[in-house]
C-alpha cells in the first residue's frame, strides 16, 4: 500500500479519460490519460492504471 500512496493517491478524474496527477513531493500537477481506461465514477479515478496491457 505504501508503494500506492505515492503513485496513485494524486490521480484524479477531470474528464472521461483524463486525470490530474499531483506528486506528493511537488505543488505542479500534470494532466494524463488513463491510457483507454474509463474513470470511476464516483470515486474520480481510472478504472486501472493503463488498461491497453
Do not use: H, K, W
Amino acid at each position: 500500500l505504501a508503494e500506492d500512496i505515492g503513485r496513485l493517491q494524486g490521480r484524479t478524474c477531470i474528464s472521461d479519460f483524463m486525470y490530474r496527477e499531483t506528486t506528493v513531493t511537488s505543488q505542479g500537477s500534470t494532466l494524463r490519460s488513463c491510457f483507454n481506461c474509463p474513470c470511476v465514477e464516483g470515486s474520480l479515478r481510472c478504472a486501472q492504471v493503463d488498461c491497453s496491457r
